[in-house]
């Protein structure tokens, strides 16, 4: 156990819908990273946020997007949902900014039908 | 960007054989983790290595971080070291993200 902690484990949705993807990072962790994971693209990095601000941002489309809250957690909104949207999306956390070690959570796996 | 690249990409042993995965990467890094991807989809981290030598029970790793590659060494495998084995990079800095290799798919025959 990462001490990461992802809801929900899985998503069944529509195309056009719109969810939101939670994640809670381990206790003291400041930084916040979500990836997703798609059988085309590989794991690629979406967006960092460090102490609810955001920092960076990757191959994040336009309709996807993502905050950090006062406690630290987390949430990825995905609208207009497409079929190319379903992926295994995955939050890291880690203690700062530092060159330390990214903890992964189990990740929430999306099915857009 | 930093390219990654794992090799090889698909291995197949049998139960009790050793084996070594490569990574190799484009640019100078202080970070490099791999990861265990099993087959319920989690990355387990194994190593967080940006150079140096660590070993973890029958799993081992180096990075050689002037010749820009890192292998992963597992000994004595078993049916549960099956899986997707990642390799990723980050540099310090306002981006700090990781980039991942295409991952290297490990089947471990009884």
């Known amino acids: 156990d990462s001490g990461v902690t992802q809801t929900p484990k899985h998503l069944i949705t529509a195309t056009g819908q719109r969810v939101t993807l939670r994640c809670s990072p381990r206790?003291?962790?400041?930084?916040v990273y979500w990836y997703q994971q798609s059988l085309d693209q590989g794991l690629q990095f979406l967006i960092q946020?460090?102490?609810?601000?955001?920092?960076a941002k990757g191959n994040i489309l336009e309709r996807f997007s993502a905050q950090q809250f006062p406690d630290l957690h987390s949430e990825l909104n995905l609208s207009s949902l497409e079929l190319g949207d379903s992926a295994l999306y995955f939050c890291?956390?880690?203690?700062?900014?530092?060159?330390?070690?990214?903890?992964f959570g189990p990740g929430t796996r999306l099915t857009v039908l | 960007g930093i390219q990654v690249e794992q090799s090889p990409p698909d291995l197949i042993l049998q139960e009790g054989a050793n084996s070594t995965l490569r990574c190799n990467f484009s640019d100078s890094v202080n970070n490099l983790q791999w990861f265990h991807q099993n087959p319920w989809g989690q990355l387990i981290n194994l190593f967080y290595?940006?150079?140096g030598t660590k070993q973890n029970g029958r799993l081992s790793a180096t990075t050689v971080a002037t010749e820009r590659y890192s292998l992963l060494y597992i000994s004595s495998s078993q049916t549960t070291d099956s899986g997707v084995y990642f390799c990723a990079v980050g540099v310090t800095g306002a981006n700090s993200k990781l980039t991942f290799g295409k991952g290297i798919t490990l089947s471990v025959r009884p």
């Open positions: 946020y460090y102490n609810g601000e955001e920092r």
């Open positions: 890291a956390s880690r203690r700062g900014l530092g060159t330390d070690t990214q903890y």
């Open positions: 206790s003291g962790d400041l930084s």
């Open positions: 290595i940006p150079s």
